[in-house]
């Protein structure tokens, strides 16, 4: 159970098999880069404005085992996705957005881009990331990539955890000492540069800072963050606070990538208008347009200034700093109740005031509200697609799942038979991403 429930012993040995068939290696020689979804109880929608945020990561995720090559190939199998992809790391890589645009490449080569398989977009990212801030890479790898079954496009930012895991790989094979927080840089190279997402650090600080069973705090404008561990025993002095409970996630069955949908970058540029009009009221033109510099009491005084929208992107930003605030109080003292009442508001306020959840997804969010031993709910990651997640008492967490599966059926039939019994899964936190070489069973 906790941090040792995932990988189990039976997939981290089917990985070392699979990687010793595609490479021709002895097992023993494969590595496995364990890269966990993550989930951001409070603090959604904030981190591109530099606002507090919290996460911590579920026990499944992204699974990477490979081999250094032992020369500049990279090629890597999926479980999830068909063909293989293959480039050598003394190849240049371009921006997605920008190379093809960009006249100067020669025609061979833009249409060499264009025939790379997406799904190998993260590797190649991770390593114009790596190269682009002046790491040596000589060292290709051999690898397969699955990710847990039926959790991609969910929201629990698989994206991040690829990417992670290809850096981690990458590292490793050339024998590369990286910190934490630069591979945040890193993955955030890959996202905003590479791919052109102009998400914030919430998923990868997340993915690459959590423990086990602590909520993890970041100051996005700062990059400060810390880990806030709850106490061993809940009130009654008898229950494990760990024990106490589960983290429930609720598919929709939307799948749309957020690369694709124009949504997310239309926020953060709404968001971005809030606090250049409030920056301007105040004066304080120079500084860069985030509402992280934004007073919090200038915006009390002035947001009569920003028409209807603008308004609400603003009400959201400030409303969810406070309550990440009084999540991590709730957290640190282990008030289950308050914490979850926190994460059911910040919900509301992404449907109110964000305005980013879907239909299908403000369903779940409200069938979530009324299931059994559920503390508080709200979607996961961007909110378009994918899934809900919830903090629920371990007692009620299977009658909570089966009233979710059949009260979504009912809403949303088509959708919820898509996905049948994988609708509702019940999760354990997990750990950080890391990379192991041998079994710890
Ligand atoms: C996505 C983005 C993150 C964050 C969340 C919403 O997961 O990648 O940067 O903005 O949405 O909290």
Known sequence: MGEYSWPTESQFKAMKEKVSELSGRGTEEVRVVVSPYRICPLGAHIDHQGGNVSAMTVNRGILLGFV?????EVLVHSKQFAGEVKFRVDEAQHPKGIALKNSKIHASESSQIKKYSSWGNYARGALYALQSRGNHISQGFIGYICGSEGM???GLS???AVGVAYLLALESANN???SPTENIEYDRVIENEYLGLKNGILDQSAILLSSYGCLTYMDCKTKEHCLIHPPKLLKDNKTEFQKAYKI????????????TNPGYNYR?????EAARILLEASGNVEVEPRLCNVDPEFYEAHKSKLEHDLAKRAEHYFSENMRVRKGLEAWASGNLEEFGKLISASGLSSIKNYECGSEPLIQLYEI???APGVFGTRFSGAGFRGCCLAFVDTDHAEKAASFVRKEYLKLQPDLANHIEEKAVLICEAGD???VRKYTTH
Do not use: Y
């Open 68 to 72: 250094p090559s032992g020369n500049p």
């Open 152 to 154: 991609d496009s969910s």
């Open 158 to 160: 698989s994206s991040a």
């Open 176 to 178: 590369l000492m990286i």
């Open 248 to 259: 429930l996630l609720a598919f929709s069955g939307l799948r749309q990538a957020l690369t």
């Open 268 to 272: 953060v540029a709404e968001c971005q």
């Open 368 to 370: 979530l509200l009324k």
């Open 432 to 434: 950080c991403a890391h």
